[in-house]
């Protein structure tokens, strides 16, 4: 019985102490450190960009212009923006930017308290390295719920500037003041 009671003491004690250490434990471990980003967008000077083009249905209504409306005011804004130049052949980049609007397929029920609601339009900017083609980063950002014409444009143009900002704050550009005019919003 004294052996038996040594050895829960003892297992006690042991617990107690690897138990005191635990808070000590969590004080030293410290936020793990941000991932890399990969070089090849940040030392990058010559880009590609790529129009991956509009799902049906969202052009003339509804947003305004046309199917590239995105794409030519994504590279006006980088353009003017003046940190790259901008190429016409991807073979001579150092980065690929394809851009993207999709209109996702979803619930048609936009009842939250179902768990169900429509996906918004979203523009997605994918980051190819030129040389291997992998994708070396990927950015999304949904175009706002409006009800009328004006208030879809702004927020086709708002959602734009992001992707535009998102991508030139990853590259460790400063967005300046010469963005398009549509995306100074």
């Known amino acids: 019985m004294c052996k038996i009671l040594s050895l829960l003491s003892g297992a006690a004690l042991?617990?107690?102490?690897?138990?005191s250490n635990v808070p000590s434990l969590a004080q030293q471990s410290a936020p793990p450190a941000?991932?890399?980003?990969?070089?090849?967008?940040?030392?990058?000077?010559?880009?590609f960009i790529s129009n991956a083009g509009a799902d049906?249905?969202?052009?003339?209504s509804p947003?305004?212009?046309?199917?590239?409306?995105?794409?030519?005011?994504?590279?006006?804004?980088?353009?003017?923006?003046?940190?790259?130049q901008l190429v016409n052949d991807p073979s001579q980049a150092d980065l690929v930017l394809e851009l993207r609007l999709s209109a996702p397929y979803g619930p048609s029920d936009p009842s939250k308290q179902k768990g169900a609601s429509d996906p918004l339009p979203?523009?997605?900017l994918t980051i190819y390295d030129a040389k291997t083609h992998y994708v070396l980063w990927a950015f999304t950002e949904s175009i706002d719920v409006a009800y009328l014409q004006k208030s879809h444009d702004?927020?086709?143009?708002?959602?734009?500037?992001?992707?535009?900002?998102d991508f030139l704050t990853l590259a460790g550009k400063t967005s300046s003041p010469a963005l398009h005019p549509a995306l100074a919003h």
């Not at 042991?14 to 138990?19: D, H, V």
Request: aromatic share 12%; hydrophobic share 50%.
């Open 56 to 60: 049906a249905g969202l052009f003339p």
């Open 63 to 84: 947003f305004s212009d046309t199917p590239d409306r995105g794409y030519n005011q994504f590279y006006a804004a980088l353009k003017n923006q003046g940190s790259y």
């Open 154 to 165: 702004h927020n086709f143009d708002v959602a734009l500037a992001a992707i535009v900002r």
């Open 122 to 124: 979203m523009f997605r």
């Open 14 to 19: 042991l617990s107690a102490a690897m138990l």
């Open 34 to 47: 941000a991932a890399p980003v990969p070089p090849a967008i940040l030392s990058a000077s010559r880009i």
